[in-house]
C-alpha cells in the first residue's frame, strides 16, 4: 500500500479492462484520471506523482490508483522511453 490511495500489485490484468497503452519519452509527463486506474509498467521506469508522494515504478511493476482528491502525474524516469498501460478497475 502506498499512503492508501495506490497500492502496488502482481496480480494478471484482464486483456479486457484495457483502455490505452502509452509511451512517453525523457521530458513527457501525461496526467491520469484521479480514479480507479490500474498502470502497468512494460518497459522504462516511471516516475508517478500521486497526492504529493513521488512513487518510482521500475518495469513489470503494477499499481492500482484508488480514489483521490487530485490527478496523478507520470513521467518517464532516466533516458529509456517509458512504455505502460492504462487498465480498468473491473
Same mark, same amino acid.
Given at each position: 500500500?502506498? #499512503?492508501g490511495i495506490? /497500492? %502496488?500489485s502482481?496480480?494478471?490484468?484482464?486483456?479486457a479492462? +484495457?483502455v490505452? %497503452?502509452m509511451v +512517453?519519452y525523457?521530458?513527457? @509527463?501525461f496526467?491520469l484520471?484521479k480514479?480507479n486506474?490500474k498502470?502497468?509498467? $512494460? #518497459?522504462g521506469?516511471?516516475? +508517478?506523482t @500521486?497526492?504529493g508522494?513521488d512513487?518510482? +515504478?521500475p %518495469?513489470? &511493476? !503494477?499499481i #492500482? $490508483?484508488?480514489?483521490a !482528491?487530485?490527478f496523478? @502525474?507520470?513521467s518517464a $524516469?532516466?533516458? #529509456?522511453p $517509458?512504455?505502460? &498501460?492504462?487498465r /480498468?478497475?473491473?
Open positions: 500500500m502506498v #499512503s495506490a /497500492t %502496488r502482481k496480480e494478471c490484468f484482464n486483456p479492462n +484495457l490505452a %497503452r +512517453l525523457k521530458g513527457e @509527463l496526467h484520471a480514479a486506474q498502470i502497468q509498467i $512494460l #518497459s521506469c516511471a516516475w +508517478l @500521486l497526492a508522494q512513487i518510482i +515504478l %518495469r513489470g &511493476e !503494477k #492500482s $490508483l484508488g480514489p !482528491k487530485d496523478a @502525474l507520470i $524516469l532516466g533516458q #529509456s $517509458l512504455i505502460f &498501460e492504462i /480498468t478497475e473491473n
